[in-house]
């Protein structure tokens, strides 16, 4: 089995090929790819996160960033192993890299079996080195606790090495040698000729000193010559006891200090009659010490069943109680009472009272604080979490009402937390004034506020009303401030468990916002459906990426006379675990979570393998059309990463059709690259063109070459002749212009026809084929080929 299996192996590497190259090479090996990062900063975020095992590091990142910097930042927090990997091997490289004492380097170009013997040599090393830093942390946690070290004279008779304790190594001037001199200085005149001649002979030594009387430090100095292998070796053990020393001190301090406690002590025999007690107790009783020796604790109020049920199970009880005075006044106190003889006869024990009268007035207040939001006065979380968790609150619970502020955020932003503070108090009594008294209003935390609602006849009547709160501006500070609110509703339903209704409300404002804000959303089933299905797409996609779960499909388009002149490259998903997820699903995501260039870069290196298949096979003159994006396009490094797939393939420019749709065309930055591509003998495509706004002018543009029309303007049967009319005067002026026309959507015969009639030069549908893999209609085109040929 390769030491690489369900290893997490976290990948640094600014050339997206080299990266995806590792990853799928290191998943052949069973390895765990967590995360691919391309600078210093995602390398740093990304350790954090995942935790890796074993880290891959090129040199030179992105922006500029160093991989031996990433490596020393990551490697001062965490042990793990470093192997560099890098297209350069000068020395003043390597000697920086060694800088970090990296577990491997391998250079550039790399193959798998150099990649797998490296990893493991590197996971091997770093396990070995482990175990090694686990022993050395047994023996110190071991020698720390023990405050315990140990000095080795050394064959010149005149140094010591210490091991041990770093309280201990202190004593010493904080160093891990120590010469013999200071070491002799530590003793007095009397015994200082004691050590000399046991180091001298070989005796055995055993002294116990006060190195700092100041501090009260005591050491036990154990010397002796011992063989080791057939050699004789000065050696010996220093233990603190200062702790021992101390005690016996304190024992000879215990009578003073029984006496001056400010806590109540009594000493008590075992059927809990006073022995002995001090001058504190006796003030809290309010009598005099001798009138309590003989006394029972019992006839103070304390609850003689209380110390029956713990007597025998624990060496201490600690409890509080309600003692009553002399007068027979009660106030609280907390009693300790503690065994203070075992395996005698007779056993005694130690009382301990304090009077915790204003400590019970001081936790009444912080318990009042500590549910309460000390900016609006509303409750707070830890009151939801009582609220939601107690049966008591839970079962009087209708319905939740989660109440998010839309437009806080701005606000805070652009005016400071104090102005911010004074509109969360507003908002805040403003929602206090639309709810009924039974009712109660939570501050969530931040912007977010929660209403439990209990046995409410109108809910719609109630959430209305916490919306309409903010019909009104806000004027804090002299500004006039607007604030809205995004509100969902859960209602209880028996038997559902109280977290689960916070989640469902929450769904419920999620919901609410998407709908555009200011609205009250109830919940239903079928928002958690929807949210669960986004979070799995949103929080699976980069793995899919990884595990090749991502593959194209290709449409064939054809000339007016059927025949294949081109493909379409369209992303398909199949999940392994839900089959397949439609484009509309995660496409988006891809866009708003920053995925979508390493998606148009897997698809783009689809279309190049696609393009040179077709090379191969002798049908060049097949095109291959993609999809790119506005933000592939305006992502440099994306568009050079395309250019080296064009190499890489052999493949030539004027091979691939780039499909833009018309809404990114209006961008000055894309319109500037597309005309960059087309110098460079790329076929640039107006995609879904008269789908939404139409500008004319984007057919004028020399770089754009073919004007895909949206199957949206193809007319339907029977319909009337209006959309003849605009399809056949679009065709007609691209014509005129020079632009080729191919219309998507073509699904009957009735289109088809349309279509030729009104002088379309491409045409692509259902009717001639759905998406398939290139494997799938190579033998489609290669036999169409022979036919025509």
């Known amino acids: 089995m390769s030491l690489l299996e369900n290893k997490r192996v ?14 799928r090479e290191l998943s052949a090996l069973n390895a765990q790819v967590v995360g691919l990062a391309r600078s210093k900063e995602q390398a740093l975020d990304m350790a954090e996160k995942t935790n890796p095992e074993l880290i891959l590091m090129d040199i030179h990142l992105a922006d500029g960033s160093n991989g031996i910097e990433a490596a020393r930042s990551i490697t001062q927090n965490r042990a793990v192993p470093v192997v560099f990997t890098t297209s350069y091997s000068d020395d003043n490289t ?34 070995l080195e482990e175990q090694a830093r686990n022993s050395e942390k047994r023996f110190k946690v ?73 501090d009260d430090t005591w050491l036990d100095i154990v010397f002796s010559e011992i063989d080791v ?196 108090c507003e908002c805040a009594m403003r929602l206090k004034h639309s709810i009924r008294e039974n009712d109660t209003l939570i501050r969530h935390g931040g912007d977010e506020f929660v209403v439990l609602v209990q046995q409410s006849d109108d809910l719609n009547k109630l959430s209305q009303r916490l919306l309409n709160a903010f019909d009104e501006a806000i004027i ?29 409300a929450d769904i419920a404002m999620y919901e609410a916002k998407r709908k555009g804000k200011g609205q009250v959303v109830f919940y239903t089933a079928e928002q958690s459906e929807s949210i669960e299905y986004r979070l799995y797409v949103e929080q699976g996609l980069l793995d899919a990426i990884i595990n090749h779960e991502l593959y194209a499909a290709y449409q064939p388009i054809v000339d007016s006379y059927g025949n294949i002149v081109a493909l379409e490259a369209l992303c398909r998903w199949k999940s392994q675990e839900i089959g397949d997820i439609h484009p509309d699903s995660f496409i988006p995501i891809a866009e ?13 290196r689809e279309v190049c393998i696609a393009s040179s298949l077709l090379k191969e096979e002798g049908l060049s003159h097949v095109k291959v059309h993609v999809n790119v994006s506005i933000l592939q396009l305006n992502s440099t490094e994306l568009v050079k990463q395309f250019m080296s797939f064009l190499d890489e393939f052999s493949i030539s420019a004027d091979d691939i059709v780039l499909e ?21 003998g790329f076929t640039i495509a107006i995609d879904d063109f008269g789908s939404g706004y139409a500008s004319v002018s984007e057919l004028t543009e020399p770089y754009t070459h073919i004007v895909k029309m949206d199957k949206s303007l193809l007319p339907a049967e029977n319909s009337g002749e209006t959309k003849r009319v605009i399809i056949d005067t679009l065709i007609q002026m691209c ?41 799938e209609l190579l033998p489609e085109i290669r036999e169409q080929s022979q036919i025509t040929a």
């Open 592 to 604: 708003e979570t920053g995925l979508i260039n390493e998606l148009g870069l897997k698809m783009l």
């Open 229 to 424: 292998d057939n050699e004789q070796v000065n050696i010996g053990a220093v233990i603190d006891v200062t702790e021992r020393q101390r005690q016996s001190k304190k024992l000879r301090l215990s009578s003073i200090i029984f006496d001056q406690l400010a806590e109540g002590v009594a000493v008590l025999a075992e059927d809990f009659t006073v022995l002995d007690c001090n001058r504190a107790l006796a003030d809290l009783i309010g009598v005099s010490s001798d009138s309590l020796v003989g006394k029972s604790l019992f006839d103070f109020g304390i609850d003689p069943l209380s110390i029956a049920r713990n007597r025998g199970k624990k060496k201490m009880l600690r409890d509080k109680i309600h003692l009553h005075d002399a007068r027979g006044d009660e106030f609280p106190a907390l009693l300790t009472v503690t065994e203070l003889t075992q395996n005698t006869e007779s056993e005694k024990f130690v009382a301990t009272i304090s009077d915790i009268t204003e400590l019970t007035r001081a936790e009444k207040q912080l318990e009042s604080l500590a549910f309460t939001d000390s900016l609006t006065g509303a409750g707070n979380r830890n009151y939801l979490k009582l609220a939601l968790n107690d049966s008591i609150f839970s079962d009087n619970i209708q319905a939740l009402i989660f109440i998010d502020l839309d437009g806080f955020k701005a606000i805070n932003d652009t005016h400071g937390h104090d102005v911010g503070d004074e509109v969360l």
């Open 476 to 504: 804090v500070s002299d500004l006039t401030l607007t604030v809205g609110a995004s509100i969902g509703v859960a209602e209880g339903i028996d038997g559902k468990d109280a977290d689960e209704l916070l989640k469902h």
């Open 142 to 214: 071991a020698a720390e606790a023990a405050k315990m070290g140990v000095m080795e004279l050394d064959g010149s008779g005149r140094s010591f090495t210490f091991t041990g304790a770093k309280s201990l190594q202190h004593q010493f001037g904080a160093s891990t040698s120590i010469d013999l001199d200071t070491f002799l200085a530590l003793f007095d005149d009397n015994d200082k000729q004691d050590v000399i001649d046991s180091i001298a002979q070989g005796k055995s030594l055993h002294k116990t000193l006060c190195i700092d009387p100041d």
């Open 94 to 127: 390597l000697q920086d890299a060694l800088s970090v004492s990296p577990y491997g380097y391998v250079v550039k170009p790399f193959d798998v079996k150099t990649i797998k013997v490296t990893c493991e040599t590197a996971l091997k090393r770093f396990a």
């Open 735 to 775: 014509s005129r212009l020079g632009k080729s026309v191919l219309l998507e959507g073509i699904e009957t015969e009735a289109h088809a026809n349309f279509a030729r009639q009104a002088g379309c030069d491409l045409m692509q549908g259902f009717l001639f084929s759905r998406p398939k893999t290139i494997n």
């Open 660 to 680: 833009v749709t018309e809404s990114a065309m209006h961008d000055i930055g894309t319109r500037r690259i597309l005309r960059e591509l087309a110098a460079a």
């Open 10 to 23: 976290l990948i640094v590497e600014d050339t997206t090929i080299a990266a995806t190259y590792l990853a």
